[in-house]
C-alpha cells in the first residue's frame, strides 16, 4: 500500500457526460501527479500540483481539468467524455515537486478505471 | 524528444534470472525509475537509481545505469512466480519538472 488513495475504483458512463475523480496523496506529500494509462498511448503525464498550484502540464486534453485543494487532495474532471477517454487514471504523490531528488519519487495510488460506452 | 523504449515480453523459468532492459534519450535525467504493475493493480515503485551511479542493488533487484548508452537494465534473481508482472522503466522529463516519462512496460511471464 503507498498510502495514496483514489476513488472510486471503477467508473461506467456515457459519452458526453462528465465525472470527477478523486485522489488523496501520502500523508506530507504537497506534490500530487494524475496519469493516463490507456492501451494505445501507454502511461502518460496528464498535469502536477504543488501545493495548491498547478506546476506542469503534460498531455491533457482541454475537456480535461484539475484542482488541489487547501487540504490538499486533488481532483481530476472530466467533461464531455469520448469512446476514447477509457482508461486507467492513476493520481501520484511526491514530497518534493522537481525531479532532482529522492523526495520528487512519485508514489502511486491503486488507479480508477473509467469506462465510457 | 523524450522517449523511453522497452522490450515487450520476457519469459523466464522459474528460479533463473531476469533481465528487463530500457533505452532513453534525456542525458539530463537525474533520477530513473522501476515500476512494477500486476494485473488490476496499480503502479509498484520498486527502486530507483541516481544517475552519477553505475550500480544499485537491493534484495533481489540490481540495476545497472549505463549513463553513455543512455541505457538502464533491471535484474531480478531467483525469479519466481509471483514476480511475474509488467515492470516500467521511467524517467524524469526535461525542463525542470518532475513528470515522468515511462516505457511501454515489459511483460514478465515466469513458468515452472
Known amino acids: 500500500d503507498s498510502g495514496v488513495t483514489q476513488t472510486p475504483k471503477h467508473l461506467i458512463t456515457a459519452t458526453g457526460q462528465r465525472v470527477t475523480l478523486r485522489c488523496s496523496p501520502r500523508?506530507?506529500?504537497?506534490?500530487v501527479y494524475w496519469y493516463q494509462q490507456s492501451l494505445d498511448q501507454g502511461l502518460q503525464f496528464l498535469i502536477q500540483y504543488y501545493n495548491g498550484e498547478e506546476r506542469a502540464k503534460g498531455n491533457i486534453l482541454e475537456r480535461f481539468s484539475a484542482q488541489q485543494f487547501p487540504d490538499l487532495h486533488s481532483e481530476l474532471n472530466l467533461s464531455s467524455l469520448e469512446l476514447g477517454d477509457s482508461a486507467l487514471y492513476f493520481c501520484a504523490s511526491s514530497v518534493g515537486r522537481s525531479g532532482g531528488s529522492p523526495t520528487d519519487t512519485q508514489y502511486f495510488g491503486p488507479g480508477t478505471r473509467l469506462t465510457v460506452l | 524528444g523524450e522517449d523511453v523504449e522497452q522490450s515487450l515480453f520476457l519469459s523466464v523459468r522459474e528460479g533463473d534470472s531476469s533481465v528487463i532492459n530500457c533505452t532513453y534519450t534525456d542525458s539530463s535525467s537525474t533520477y530513473l525509475y522501476w515500476y512494477k504493475q500486476e494485473p488490476g493493480a496499480g503502479l509498484q515503485l520498486l527502486t530507483y537509481i541516481f544517475s552519477n551511479m553505475d550500480m544499485k542493488q537491493d534484495q533481489r533487484l540490481t540495476v545497472l545505469l549505463n549513463k553513455k548508452d543512455k541505457h538502464l537494465s533491471l535484474r531480478i534473481a531467483d525469479t519466481q512466480t509471483g514476480d511475474s508482472a509488467i515492470y516500467f522503466c521511467?524517467?524524469?522529463?526535461?525542463?525542470?519538472?518532475?513528470?515522468?516519462?515511462f516505457g511501454a512496460g515489459t511483460r514478465l511471464a515466469v513458468h515452472p
Open positions: 500523508s506530507g506529500d504537497l506534490s
Open positions: 521511467a524517467e524524469r522529463g526535461s525542463g525542470g519538472y518532475n513528470k515522468l516519462i
